[in-house]
């Protein structure tokens, strides 16, 4: 099993660009999330989907879309790049869905972007 | 609204001493807490998980967390630190009642020096 996989490992944006970062696991896991890492703030929720066909927002979902067409692929797209949104992205899944599930979340190795 | 928080950014120790990296959390129903450990630029790992039962559960690495109720803590503890413990430690929980999302805290640097 690849687990848990993020492509790019980096990228450099331009304000206004748009882009599109990928993730794919292969565990067949229901749940998928999208999160960014900030000095000082921990992780932070953006997007999160309990299955295919169904994405919700999380905590921090301005500037982003999520669809999740497969169990598989849970890609992330920045509209209209911010240097806000200069962050490190991490990609999670998990088994089950729902709010009732007590597993553990398997991360990707994250994607380090900058925009400027 | 769930939360959790992590009081101290950075905690350092001596190899061979105790460890601990201190945890409290807030949430409306019974609580489904975790800890990851971020080693530097990769993912995070799952270290250990309360669901219920036991207060103390043991997890990855020989670490171990306490969980209280009545004082909202899950802190995680090592017996005797490594250097090789030198990481970002995170503290998350997930609310039952509150979806499926997962907080996490804003995390905690432990130094062990040799």
């Known amino acids: 099993n690849a687990g848990v996989t993020q492509t790019p490992k980096f990228q450099v944006l331009k304000t206004g660009q748009s882009m599109t970062l990928q993730c794919a696991q292969d565990m067949n896991h229901e749940y998928m999330s999208w999160y960014r890492q900030d000095p000082g703030m921990g992780l932070r929720l953006i997007h999160y989907s309990v299955g295919a066909g169904i994405t919700d927002q999380g905590e921090v979902p301005n500037g982003y879309n999520v669809s999740r067409s497969t169990t598989e692929d849970f890609p992330l797209r920045l509209l209209s790049a911010a240097p806000s949104q200069t962050s490190v992205y991490f990609c999670a899944s998990s088994v089950g869905a729902g709010g009732f599930s007590y597993n553990e979340q398997f991360f990707g190795p994250g994607t380090r972007l900058t925009v400027l | 609204a769930q939360s959790v928080a992590q009081p101290e950014d950075q905690v350092n120790v001596a190899e061979g001493n105790p460890l601990t990296v201190k945890c409290t959390y807030s949430v409306s129903g019974n609580p489904y807490l975790f800890w990851y450990v971020q080693y530097p630029n990769r993912g995070l790992q799952f270290l250990l998980k309360?669901?219920?039962?036991?207060?103390l559960v043991k997890g990855s690495y020989g670490f171990e967390a306490e969980f209280n109720k009545s004082q909202t803590s899950f802190h995680l503890k090592k017996p005797s630190a490594l250097v090789s413990d030198s990481a970002l430690y995170f503290c998350?929980?997930?609310?039952?009642?509150?979806?499926?999302?997962?907080?996490f805290g804003q995390g905690t640097e432990l130094s062990v020096k040799p």
């Open positions: 998350a929980v997930r609310d039952p009642n509150q979806g499926g999302k997962l907080i």
């Open positions: 309360y669901i219920t039962g036991d207060n």
